[in-house]
């Protein structure tokens, strides 16, 4: 039996994640414009964080990769490259923990 409060998908998250941090973006960056900054090293998705009053992004985002090499070719690849008049940093992400609902 399961318990009714934690995520549905938590057994989907149990594999690590290939998932890097992308931080100091330009306010105006769209989810596009992030993976298709990424392209050389097949991004599987992109993802900008904003906030929820606002909708503004925050100025980092995540991107996904298909397998571990790609990860760690991004992250020597991009870490300090310009990208809209700003030098990003990108960083390998922590795992997301399972949550609660609410």
């Given at each position: 039996m399961s318990a009714p409060w934690?995520?549905?998908d938590w057994k989907d998250?149990?594999?690590?994640?290939?998932r890097v941090h992308v931080g100091n973006l330009p306010w105006g960056t769209d989810e596009r414009a992030l993976?298709?900054?990424f392209a050389n090293y097949g991004p599987r998705s992109a993802e900008i964080v904003t906030d929820r009053e606002t909708g503004?992004?925050?100025g980092f985002g995540f991107v996904?990769?298909?397998d571990n090499k790609?990860?760690?070719d991004a992250i020597q690849g991009m870490n300090g490259q310009?990208?809209?008049g700003r030098n990003i940093?990108?960083?390998k992400a922590n795992d997301r923990p399972r949550r609660w609902r609410a």
């Open positions: 934690w995520d549905s998250r149990s594999a690590p994640e290939n993976k298709d900054a503004r992004a925050r996904n990769f298909e790609s990860m760690n310009e990208l809209g940093t990108v960083d």
